[in-house]
């Protein structure tokens, strides 16, 4: 990538000719194995996307969260899970490391996470803690001499199975009046003594995009690994959240592309009362009606990142968390009408349409479910109305 901001078009040909020569012919074996393509990384690493947000002076590319969108979108167009576990690494773990780091953590940990060397993930819900993730947590870390000992689980974590990275939010206090309690970000590496990771789930969707339990058993995390200030973590956590629901609109934006791509040349090709199937109006209003919802989707999710700014949480919670739930409800949408359109060759198994359908219902669960986003999106429009 240049050292001028590259025009949107010309990274949506960049990456998009990446992913046709280096992933789409694999993306039916990614998720039929549920494999991580933990060789695709330094190949990412070389197309200079890895740290998209990170200034070129730290290492990164210097571009905007709008390119980085895009570069989820064109990802997730040729393999959803591929796109999920770069943005998890690219904005969850890069993104929120080199915010809040100092020059010696971002020295540290930067060049091998860029390259491609380094895995990175972001570990923060609970097996009892997913919405009410700050009150409900309860995998803790405790002051000793030389750092901290953590010990519980987390669960839900992308990545998990395979990073090398990790960003990990631990309770460090209990809350004082009923308050938040305090939270600390810390920076996990494989092979801490006490840390390990679980089997990985089996899963829905997003095969090939690993997910796991972290397991911190008396796991000594040094000072030098605590991200911003002790007991401060939540500022981390909530200036991450909404960047990550923004950047993460790209992954419905590409599967809805997928499914149009998936569509178009079968309702041209398939004929019936011997005409092509795409001559009926039945069939071009369902094309449409996808149509709409991904340039809906795309068009909003492009104006919200264009001028994103994390540090004003009231205006860009909202608009953030108001991208994804629009984008993933209509990629749901999308992916059911391509397995109509397509009838039974989109019921197959070799079909990628059921594939689509299977990896777009994460985006309606995962980064917030669609029920916080909603509620989050409506406590910004009425304030926090009590009584």
Known sequence: MGTERIPIEELRETVRGFVDREIATHAEAIDRDDAFPRWLWPKLGDLGILGPTVPEGDGGAGMAFLEHLV???????????VGLSYAAHSNLCVHNLWLHATSEQRARWLPGLISGSLVGALAMSEADAGSDVLGSMRCRAER???????NGTKMWITNGPDADVLLAYLRTSDPIDGRTPGITAFVVERGMEGFSTSPKLEKLGMRGSSTCELVFDDCLIPDDHVLGEPDRGVRVLMRGLDSERLVLSGGPIGIMQAAIDLVLPYVRERRQFGHPIGSFQLMQ?????????????RAFAYRVAEGFDPSDRHGSAASAAACLLHASERAVEVALEAIQALGGSGYVAESPAGRLLRDAKLYTIGAGTNEIRRMLIGRALTGKLTG
């Open 144 to 150: 000793v001499d030389g750092g901290w000992r953590a």
């Open 71 to 81: 570069c989820v979108e064109e990802l997730s167009r040729g393999s959803a899970s």
């Open 285 to 297: 209003g369902k094309l449409a009606d996808m149509f709409v919802a991904l340039e809906s989707s």
